[in-house]
């Protein structure tokens, strides 16, 4: 299993970001796909997630209305776009994926598989 994180970088307050997870080696129906962050010196912690199999969403409360979880089957791709960003959104960003779970669930229950993560850094 794969899930390849890309499209972190260095933005100003205010500013977009799309981070992307590239998923493969597993079978993506039956999994729900997740982002996690985690800022220097705090622990992980879950931002949102999407089920690919109905395509529900769930988001953390601190980035619903400005974060926007979406995926693209034929690319087996999990998009993350990121608008309004602030400076207390620095962290690392990771993929993840559950097998047969509620994206709901996601917040609450470790993922099977993880992702290496990409930095998004927002300066003020």
């Known amino acids: 299993v794969q899930l390849q994180a890309s499209g972190g970088g260095l933005v100003q307050a205010g500013g977009s970001l799309r981070l992307s997870c590239a998923a493969s080696?597993?079978?993506?129906?039956?999994?729900?796909i997740g982002w996690f962050r985690q800022a220097p010196g705090k622990e992980r912690e879950f931002v949102a997630a999407?089920?690919?199999?109905?395509?529900?969403?769930y988001y953390t409360k601190s980035v619903a209305y400005r974060f926007t979880i979406s995926k693209d089957s034929a690319n087996n791709t999990v998009y993350l776009q990121m608008v309004s960003l602030k400076p207390e959104d620095t962290a690392v960003y990771y993929c993840?994926?559950?097998?047969?779970?509620?994206?709901?669930?996601?917040?609450?229950?470790?993922?099977?598989?993880w992702g290496q993560g990409t930095q998004v850094t927002v300066s003020s």
């Open positions: 993840a994926a559950r097998r047969l779970a509620f994206a709901r669930s996601m917040a609450s229950m470790e993922p099977n598989y």
């Open positions: 080696g597993l079978t993506l129906s039956s999994h729900t």
């Open positions: 999407i089920s690919w199999s109905d395509g529900s969403t």
